[in-house]
């Protein structure tokens, strides 16, 4: 028997399993695991989505295999979890899967969220995977006051984050599977394309670049924005796969069960394949993970828009109300300035910028108001993760834009 695990990876190319397989099978230096297997709906080569210039050498690694499959088919799913012959099963599984777009039709979302995560979900528990850690975006909504722990019963924002919920309790209903959830807050950092606080680096570069204030429509308040670095999503993820492996399902929900609540139109039981009845009770093990950085709307704003050369403010009471009131009229007027200052800076940048994942554009949803204030003590107390990131400091955000420069994502604007 290898001493070192075999993992797969599910979904997540565009969003966080590039960094999650960095972690584990590193550029530089011992891998983690024995082997690694990433399974996605994207190619690689040639790549249909935004790999960043590093994980195309974590993909040229020995022990490293990617697989181009389509998900929401059964037979699929389980022929991704046969390993090469010769090589010992996949014990640990790592459920990146889900449709991140916050508009789509809730069709899409039961079908590329929910039921891709419940046939994952029942073949890692045929195969009896010793860990199955499930990544939580944060389509959630906290109340605007405190941080709040896994055991409140948080509302979903809107049809992205019912289904995403939703997909917890499926499950979590699933026997035998030794299921571990992270619930993480925004996520940022190198080559980390998507997503809100990406969104607002962007558009503070812009400000600072025209050196004009950054404003927002919402007074500074709270309003609890918490963030998680994507070093630390790798992080907690495989800390959490140790875990789960080493105590067992039974321990885990001892330890950290908690109620998965219902939070669902009934009349979709019927619709939804595996979907938990509303008075089912659903436990699993459940784990936030943010940073400590504390981060609100007003502290991001200033420290990012600090870090380009210039300020963040605020709007009036009565010119925010205006807006808000008419936001979907109104949000191609707001970001004229974001992307035409944008593509002035990739035009004159040395050298030019002629292909980058990255955009000024702010969508009703960038603009909108979000509240996410989780608390993240349990995972440090049961897990024992500590962070590598814990604060959104100046040398952080450097790295993260560096980064962009070197493989030519950014624009270098000689001052």
Not at 67 to 83: E, G, H, R, W, Y
Not at 94 to 110: C, H, N, S, W
Not at 308 to 325: D, K, L, P, Q, W
Not at 343 to 352: G, H, R, V
Request: aromatic letters at 10%.
């Amino acid at each position: 028997m290898s001493q070192k695990p075999n993992a797969i990876i599910l979904g997540g190319l565009n969003t966080c399993s590039r960094a999650l397989a960095g972690l584990l099978v590193p550029v530089e230096g011992e891998s983690l695991v024995s082997s690694l297997r990433i399974v996605d709906k994207y190619s690689v080569v040639p790549p249909t989505t935004y790999l960043g210039s590093e994980f195309p050498q974590v993909l040229a690694k020995d022990n490293v295999e990617y697989k181009q499959a389509n998900l929401t088919v059964s037979s699929i799913v389980s022929s991704a979890f046969d390993p090469p012959a010769g090589q010992e099963p996949y014990s640990l599984v790592f459920d990146l899967t889900g449709d991140v777009a916050y508009d789509r039709p809730e069709k899409v979302q039961i079908n590329h969220t929910c039921n891709v995560a419940r046939l994952i979900g029942e073949e890692a528990a045929r195969r009896n995977v010793k860990a199955y850690v499930r990544l939580q975006q944060p389509w959630y909504e906290s109340p605007d006051k405190g941080l709040h722990d896994e055991q409140e019963d948080v509302k979903p924002y809107g049809v992205i984050g019912t289904w995403w919920h939703e997909s917890l309790r499926i499950l979590g209903a699933i026997e035998g599977l030794n299921l571990v959830i992270l619930r993480i807050g925004l996520v940022y950092g190198p080559y980390i394309d998507f997503g809100l606080m990406t969104n607002v680096l962007t558009v503070a570069a812009v400000y600072g670049y025209m050196k004009k204030p950054m404003k927002s429509l919402w007074n500074p308040g709270h309003n609890s924005m918490n963030t998680v670095h994507s070093d630390d999503v790798a992080g907690g993820l495989w800390a959490a796969a140790q875990w789960m492996s080493r105590v067992g399902r039974a321990e885990a929900l001892s330890l950290a069960g908690e109620e998965i609540y219902w939070r669902n139109d009934k009349s979709k039981v019927t619709e939804v394949t595996g979907m938990p009845l509303p008075d089912k009770k659903i436990i699993a093990p459940l784990f936030n993970l943010t940073d400590n950085n504390g981060t609100t709307l007003d502290k991001a704003g200033k420290t990012m828009t600090a870090f380009f050369g210039t300020i963040f403010e605020y709007h009036n009471f009565v010119t925010s109300a205006m807006i808000r009131f008419r936001l979907e009229d109104v949000v191609e007027d707001i970001n004229e300035a974001h992307v035409s200052g944008w593509a002035e800076m990739l035009t004159k940048s040395n050298p030019p910028v002629t292909k980058t994942p990255l955009s000024a554009y702010m969508s009703t949803f960038s603009l909108s108001k979000h509240t996410i204030a989780f608390s993240n003590k349990k995972i440090q107390r049961i897990i024992g993760y500590q962070l590598k990131r814990p604060t959104m400091a100046d040398d952080v955000l450097s790295e993260v834009v560096d980064k962009w420069k070197t493989e030519g994502s950014w624009p270098t604007i000689q001052s």
